[in-house]
């Protein structure tokens, strides 16, 4: 049984669907105070908006290489139950339906002294295994904390001053050589072996980078997301796809409330992100595209369960005999909850 030590995954992370207004307008249910929003207007084809409390009040589009700008504006203010918005087509366009992807950290942060680079602020959730890094770059190979106490399986990070890519490393793509390769989450290329995490695993203290002025240039400030696995809340890892309608069940131990994944070896396939609250029941079919602006979409299939996720679509995005696919699961509810309680089974959709 995938056991969790707390009772309510949603006050760590939390979906919320909302209608623009075009003028301002508070959102609210949340559950929390979000510390990293990840926003995309699902009728449009407008960029996703990162937006995180480490940075400010600053946007970084997801499915686009530029650097970051001001929001002020646009996004106002992080708050209690979570956050505030301006008139912008992103993130308010009116009638229009936005979906908020929320989670939880500590705030603004502090700095972290346990790598080469000391960083600006690491913001750490580390009963949910979550933690947002700021750091800036000195030119040369180097370690930066990431606060978790656990070495994160999955980490996404950014050049916040310059035109690069968003690069992500993960503990699938390499079984025999660990993270030596890496994806780009802004395209939908395959994946590459490069020193983008310096040919080096991340430990329960830092993780590393390598020396380009995409990854630690000298002077630019950088972003990271970084994930490490908590039994019952989430789960990082990788399937193999059978081709077939009938296609592979992958076990998380929980029901999910959110499902991201890539296919690894064929640079034609999306990135594609799932959750709960588009898809209030089986199938699970409302998907949009980190690496795209696009609207949202539907027709690849997969279903929700109490204790996973089952393919039930051969279409090679999310299910190509033979490919391997990385993914990211959150729970909605663990299979079991309330340790020491006699705990409480999730039920099915």
């Known amino acids: 049984m ?15 669907l909302y209608t623009g207004n075009g003028g301002t307008q508070s959102i609210t249910g949340v559950g929390f105070q979000p510390d990293w929003c990840w926003i995309k207007n699902r009728e449009q084809t407008l960029n996703h908006v ?15 290489t530029s650097a970051e700008g001001d929001y002020s504006s646009s996004f106002t203010s992080f708050d209690s139950d979570g956050f505030s918005v301006g008139a912008t087509n992103n993130v308010n366009q009116s009638s229009n339906g936005i979906a908020a992807w929320n989670w939880k950290a500590n705030g603004a942060g502090s700095a972290n002294t346990d790598g080469s680079i000391n960083t600006t602020a690491t913001s750490v959730n580390t009963a949910a295994g979550f933690s947002i890094v700021s750091w800036t770059g000195n030119g040369n190979t ?18 916040r001053d310059n035109s690069h890519a968003w690069f992500v490393g993960h503990e699938g793509l390499d079984a025999s050589a660990p993270w030596t390769k890496y994806m780009t989450l802004d395209t939908t290329d395959a994946v590459n072996d490069d020193v983008i995490w310096n040919d080096t695993a991340p430990t329960n203290q830092v993780f590393s980078v390598g020396s380009y002025s995409s990854t630690n240039g000298n002077g630019v400030k950088f972003i990271a997301y970084c994930f490490a696995e908590k039994k019952g809340y989430s789960k990082i890892g990788k399937y193999t796809g059978n081709g077939n309608a009938d296609g592979p ?3 998380t131990g929980f029901k999910p409330a959110f499902f991201f994944m890539k296919e690894t070896t064929d640079s034609s396939t999306n990135w594609i992100m799932y959750d709960n609250k588009r898809s209030t029941f089986n199938a699970v079919d409302d998907y949009l595209k980190p690496n795209s602006g696009g609207a949202e979409s539907t027709g690849l299939d997969f279903d929700f369960t109490s204790n996973g996720i089952k393919c039930r679509n051969n279409n090679a995005g999310i299910n190509a005999s033979g490919q391997n696919y990385i993914y990211m699961a959150i729970a909605e509810e663990p299979l079991v909850a309330n340790v020491g309680v006699g705990g409480i089974p999730a039920t099915a959709r």
């Open 50 to 64: 990162s937006i995180d409390a480490v940075r400010g009040l600053k946007y970084l589009y997801i499915n686009s």
């Open 249 to 251: 069940f992958i076990y």
């Open 2 to 16: 995938a056991y969790a030590t707390f009772n309510k995954p949603s006050l760590h992370f939390n979906t919320k």
């Open 142 to 159: 180097a370690t930066i904390g990431h606060g978790l106490g656990v070495a994160p399986k999955m980490i996404i990070f950014k050049s």
